[in-house]
């Protein structure tokens, strides 16, 4: 079964800086989705980036960049220029790319942006 | 344009009552899920369906139904609450082409 791990339960950025979420996965199959959400405390969760495994480039959407280690089965969060709005809950996730289409979510990485 | 749409976004339940979240999309997708999600926890599977008549249980389905008359609908019944019920619910669709899942707004529901 696939499973996802987010090592980090607490980061904290200070405002302009740069910071890294890590999520690693655990499967056997060869083409899947990754992604990473994010819930801030009003608790509505929006899609920050996916990537499609078969894909050896790193997804980019403007400040925020995964990097991709299919071999690693590591699927880290890049944000650039942490704005006080980044504030939230990041949660790394995993789907197959066939079959049941069942997602497999992390934990969370509560990230804190400083001012 | 409305996405999904979840009702109540709040109740307190008693041990041993019964009641359905609603769950309603404008996206006719087919996919659909409901999640929980404890305190300091990710989200957790309780069922899902693949379309209209079809659905099939997840992870953590015990204590829970769910129907799918309809595309746009997927209610999920919880009988004879119970504390450990306690949790913030989503329902989800999945986008035909990129795979996201698009999140309603959640329903935290407490048992006492």
């Known amino acids: 079964a696939q499973t996802v791990t987010q090592s980090q339960p607490e980061m904290s950025v200070q405002e302009a800086e740069t910071v890294t979420l890590s999520c690693t996965y655990d499967?056997?199959?060869?083409?899947?989705?990754l992604f990473w959400y994010k819930q801030p405390p009003s608790r509505q969760m929006i899609l920050v980036i996916r990537?499609?495994?078969?894909?050896?480039q790193n997804a980019t959407e403007n400040r925020f960049s995964v990097n991709f280690q299919k071999a690693a089965k590591s699927f880290s969060l890049k944000i650039s220029d942490s704005q006080l709005g980044d504030a939230a809950m990041y949660f790394c996730?995993?789907?197959?790319?066939?079959?049941?289409?069942?997602?497999?979510f992390g934990t969370g990485t509560r990230l804190k942006v400083l001012a | 344009n409305a996405g999904v749409t979840q009702t109540p976004k709040f109740r307190i339940l008693k041990i041993g009552q019964s009641m359905t979240l609603q769950c309603t999309q404008d996206m006719n997708h087919n996919y659909m899920y409901w999640y929980r999600q404890d305190p300091g926890m990710g989200l957790k599977l309780i069922y899902y369906?693949?379309?209209?008549?079809?659905?099939d249980k997840g992870e953590v389905p015990n204590g829970y139904n769910v129907s799918r008359s309809t595309t746009e609908d997927f209610p999920l019944r919880l009988e004879l609450a119970a504390p450990s019920q306690t949790s913030v619910y989503f329902c989800?669709?999945?986008?035909?082409?990129?795979?996201?899942?698009?999140f309603g707004e959640g329903s935290r529901l407490t048992v006492l």
């Open positions: 989800a669709t999945q986008g035909v082409n990129t795979g996201e899942l698009f």
């Open positions: 369906s693949v379309g209209a008549g079809i659905t």
């Open positions: 499967t056997s199959e060869s083409d899947y989705y």
């Open positions: 990537q499609e495994a078969y894909k050896q």
């Open positions: 996730a995993y789907r197959s790319y066939s079959g049941t289409y069942k997602y497999i």
